[in-house]
């Protein structure tokens, strides 16, 4: 018998003992062997053991710290996968759900990565699929790596043999955020295996999966729309503060099947971080609302800020006693607008029998109306109001009417009516309807086909007085 047989040998006989049957001697024992991978594959009672022989010996403090809680890895590319091992009872010394640490390297390595077997597979599957979906570019050459090259040696190896399809999504849109440039969320977790036809399907071992991500601080969990009531019951039966999310149900293109998980993983950008950062953390966030509250805690001070510099050396413009403005899909431009404009009194119109928009102009509404905003604005006054649609003759009649309601009687110089959303038609309304004197302005924005929105912070802002057509505009 080799001698590398042997020391297989021996190790499996360590792992098949209980955490009380292992003595401090032994545990240490199996954690050397393991190397780096021991705190990631023994369970704690294990460690804990192996940590004290150390400490008994007199070794260094970061010989010891080695076995204190492993940390996932960070930056760009990392990644954790969580695998459920079937045969618990054999190796009671192992835990019964396993963390791996990886990272995704893009550009191919001197050596191949040293992988599970079972791992390197789902790698392989999820580069092919992402490729061929063109979720990811083509050209670009990816690798998927443990977090640290020491990590699996031939004795770690050896536990880590079998099935690792569920490692599936996390990988995926772990690939898809390290090609966006992105960082993952610790908190962010998933499991969930590929089909073609289905999307991402059931996996099997969720409750201990949910379990490993407790013990790692997990605020989010995506499982397969199959497992989500085996999933929030058990989350709800323990009391942990884990939020149960799903993948797209029956959806077979990995970028639409992953679009909410990979937009909770990214890793968002802070006030403090650089604009191009935030804007790219905000055309990443899929959900409205969410999207919606990061531009208004993370874009909206600074963005004014840049708009109303256009303007310095032209302040005036800005004067605003009263503003117009008309909902639309992107409600954050009614945001910065009072923040660049600052009016007093300001009309939100939103078109009759449109229950989203009404929704809308009622959520900025209260927002406005909040003590927080009241005193950073100096108290506006805002109202909102349905108007119907109609044709070119009909809106100048209706906003006319709108006009002379709002001003009652007051100098129409200080009245700013935004002709940015809306309609084209209410564009041209707006201008034919407005009283000498008024200020149109409009913003200008590259706009994101994907997500159908304005990229922050490349927006120009100009002002056309119906005084001194042709326009005013610091802009130009």
């Given at each position: 018998m080799s001698p590398s047989k042997i020391a297989a040998e021996k190790l499996e006989r360590l792992a098949q003992k209980s955490p009380e049957e292992l003595t401090h001697s032994e545990a240490l024992i199996l954690a050397r062997e393991l190397g780096p991978l021991a705190s990631w594959l023994l369970k704690p009672e294990v460690v804990n053991k192996?940590?004290?022989?150390l400490v008994a010996y007199g070794w260094s403090t970061e010989d010891v710290s080695q076995y204190l809680k492993p940390r996932l890895p960070e930056g760009p590319g990392a990644c954790?996968?969580?695998?459920?091992?079937?045969?618990?009872?054999?190796?009671?010394?192992?835990?019964?759900?396993?963390?791996?640490?990886?990272?995704?390297?893009?550009?191919?390595?001197e050596k191949p990565p040293t992988l599970?077997?079972?791992?390197?597979?789902?790698?392989?599957e999820v580069l092919s699929e992402l490729k061929a979906s063109q979720s990811i570019p083509e050209s670009e050459h990816w690798e998927l790596h443990p977090a640290s090259d020491d990590?699996?040696?031939?004795?770690?190896?050896?536990?880590?043999?079998?099935?690792?399809?569920?490692?599936?999504?996390?990988?995926?849109?772990?690939?898809m955020v390290a090609a966006g440039e992105g960082k993952p969320d610790h908190k962010v977790w998933a499991t969930g295996a590929w089909d073609r036809q289905a999307g991402v399907i059931r996996v099997e071992g969720i409750r201990e999966k949910l379990a490993v991500?407790?013990?790692?601080?997990?605020?989010?969990?995506?499982?397969?729309?199959?497992?989500?009531?085996e999933a929030?019951?058990?989350?709800?039966?323990?009391?942990?503060?884990?939020?149960?999310?799903?993948?797209?149900?029956?959806?077979?293109?990995?970028?639409?099947?992953?679009?909410?998980?990979v937009s909770q993983l990214h890793v968002r950008a802070s006030k403090s971080d650089p604009p191009e950062e935030r804007a790219k953390t905000y055309?990443?966030?899929?959900?409205?609302?969410?999207?919606?509250?990061?531009?208004?805690?993370?874009?909206?001070?600074?963005?004014?800020?840049?708009?109303?510099?256009?303007?310095?050396?032209?302040?005036?413009?800005?004067?605003?006693?009263?503003?117009?403005?008309?909902?639309?899909d992107s409600p954050e431009l009614i945001y910065l607008m009072h923040f660049v404009f600052r009016p007093k009194t300001s009309l939100i119109l939103y078109t009759l029998h449109n229950e989203n928009y009404r929704k809308l102009a009622i959520e900025v509404e209260e927002w406005l109306k909040s003590p927080?905003?009241?005193?950073?604005?100096?108290?506006?006054?805002?109202?909102?109001?349905?108007?119907?649609?109609?044709?070119?003759?009909?809106?100048?009649?209706?906003?006319?009417?709108?006009?002379?309601?709002?001003?009652?009687?007051?100098?129409?110089?200080?009245?700013?009516?935004?002709?940015?959303?809306?309609k084209k038609t209410m564009s041209i309304a707006w201008a034919l309807a407005a009283p000498k004197g008024a200020r149109l302005a409009y913003v200008d924005s590259k706009f994101n086909s994907d997500v159908r929105k304005p990229v922050p912070f490349e927006e120009k802002l100009t002002i056309f007085s119906l005084d001194t057509l042709p326009n005013d505009s610091a802009a130009s």
């Open positions: 192996a940590r004290l022989e954790w996968v969580v695998a459920v091992r079937k045969d618990t009872t054999c190796y009671p010394a192992l835990r019964d759900s396993i963390v791996l640490p990886l990272r995704w390297k893009k550009g191919p390595s599970p077997e079972g791992l390197q597979q789902v790698a392989n990590l699996f040696n031939a004795a770690g190896l050896l536990f880590l043999k079998g099935d690792y399809s569920s490692a599936w999504a996390p990988l995926a849109g772990a690939l991500a407790k013990e790692f601080h997990a605020s989010q969990f995506f499982v397969p729309a199959s497992c989500s009531d929030r019951q058990w989350i709800l039966q323990n009391n942990w503060p884990i939020e149960i999310k799903t993948f797209e149900k029956s959806t077979p293109r990995p970028r639409d099947a992953l679009r909410r998980y055309l990443r966030i899929d959900d409205d609302n969410e999207r919606r509250k990061y531009y208004l805690d993370c874009i909206l001070d600074d963005l004014a800020a840049q708009l109303r510099n256009q303007f310095r050396e032209e302040p005036n413009k800005l004067n605003c006693r009263y503003f117009i403005t008309i909902v639309s927080e905003i009241q005193k950073q604005l100096g108290s506006p006054q805002p109202r909102v109001e349905a108007f119907p649609d109609g044709g070119l003759g009909d809106l100048v009649s209706r906003f006319r009417r709108l006009m002379a309601e709002l001003l009652q009687g007051d100098d129409p110089h200080s009245l700013v009516i935004d002709v940015t959303p809306g």
